[in-house]
């Protein structure tokens, strides 16, 4: 079973950047996305990025605005998150998924990003 290990999240204004990692412990999968759960919502996709090649595949509502990226030397995927809202505020997972499906598994236990006007 694979571990996922996500950092990066925290509190920043309206406008602002964060960057989250995730540190997966093997790569016997071929992608790893992430995806976004606020209070009272439910989980949704935000973004996937195939290990081999790169191809990538984004939610309509960042799209332009994040960026997913990995390190295939380091087991790492990272999401750059730019022009933050405050509607982008949500408990941020790591998890195995694909571009296909975007259903996410192994899930990480979640960092918390906070966006505020």
């Known amino acids: 079973q694979v571990q996922l290990v996500e950092s990066g999240g925290g509190l920043v204004q309206a406008g602002g950047s964060l960057r989250l990692s995730c540190a997966a412990s093997?790569?016997?999968?071929?992608?790893m996305g992430w995806f976004r759960q606020a209070p009272g919502k439910e989980r949704e996709f935000v973004a996937a990025?195939?290990?081999?090649?790169?191809?990538?595949s984004y939610a309509d509502s960042v799209k332009g605005r994040f960026t997913i990226s990995r390190d295939n030397a380091k087991n790492t995927v990272y999401l750059q998150m730019n022009s933050l809202k405050p509607e982008d505020t949500a408990v941020y997972y790591c998890?195995?998924?694909?571009?296909?499906?975007?259903?996410?598994?192994?899930w990480g236990q979640g960092t918390q990003v906070t966006v505020s006007s």
């Open positions: 990025i195939n290990w081999s090649g790169g191809s990538t």
């Open positions: 093997e790569r016997t999968f071929s992608s």
């Open positions: 998890a195995v998924t694909t571009i296909t499906t975007r259903r996410g598994s192994s």
